[in-house]
Antibody
Framework: EVQLVESGGGLVQPGGSLRLSCVAS????????MTWVRQAPGKGLEWVSL???????YYADSVKGRFTISSDDSETTLFLQMSRLRPEDTATYYC??????????WGRGTLVTVSS | NFILTQPHSVSESPGKTVTISCTRS????????VQWYQQRPGSAPTTVIY?????PSGVPDRFSGSFDRSSNSASLTISGLRTEDEADYYC?????????FGGGTKLTVL
């Protein structure tokens, strides 16, 4: 069974930084892509960032230049370094991972609140 | 860039069949795989359809995915509706460099 567990969320002031982590078990080899997706309170899903196996990364325009996606060498842990945080970044952040020909797996999320 | 448009809400009775559409604004809907995610209140999303019409293990065959090329739409069909199917449903596709989500459809089973 695939399990993804996010951590690192919390309350941070505008302009501050946070580093989110997502630890995977059950699907640690052969992953093709990993992403971060967020959901503001009462809103829909919003894609944040994408990391392909091999290292290519992409970002939503709303976070480009402020967020950095990365993983450890084993691709077991996914990270999201968030800086210059804004109130509009307040959301639950979910990680996902998957392989071609297989389902997309989701974590349970971690809440980030940006407020003074 | 394209957007995916879903109806804001749909409702149907238990035991009936409901179809949720997801219309792509530009480019062929079949150009990139479409996924469908279910999100029950207070829970994380889960995948109910991946790569257009594949079901993850554990998802009942009451859930199916399809295309309507004439309307450039993907559809999620749920047959034999149950109260536990009441949830928000999101379609998602990509263009290689970004994921695109539909706005979500709230399914009410009443």
């Amino acid at each position: 069974e695939v399990q993804l567990v996010e951590s690192g969320g919390g309350l941070v002031q505008p302009g501050g930084s946070l580093r989110l982590s997502c630890v995977a078990s059950g699907l640690t080899a052969g992953v093709n892509f990993m992403t971060w997706v967020r959901q503001a309170p009462g809103k829909g899903l919003e894609w944040v960032s994408l990391l392909y196996h091999g290292g290519t990364t992409y970002y939503a325009d709303s976070v480009k230049g402020r967020f950095t996606i990365s993983s450890d060498d084993s691709e077991t842990t996914l990270f999201l370094q968030m800086s210059r945080l804004r109130p509009e970044d307040t959301a639950t952040y979910y990680c996902t991972r998957g392989r071609y020909g297989d389902s997309v797996h989701w974590g349970r999320g971690t809440l980030v609140t940006v407020s003074s | 860039n394209f957007i995916l448009t879903q109806p804001h809400s749909v409702s149907e009775s238990p035991g009936k069949t409901v179809t949720i559409s997801c219309t792509r604004s530009s480019g062929r809907i079949s150009a990139n795989y479409v996924q469908w995610y279910q999100q029950r209140p207070g829970s994380a999303p889960t995948t109910v359809i991946y790569e257009d019409n594949e079901r993850p293990s554990g998802v009942p065959d009451r859930f199916s995915g399809s295309f309507d090329r004439s309307s450039n739409s993907a559809s999620l069909t749920i047959s034999g509706l149950r109260t536990e199917d009441e949830a928000d449903y999101y379609c998602q596709s990509y263009d290689g460099s970004k994921w695109v989500f539909g706005g979500g459809t709230k399914l009410t089973v009443l």
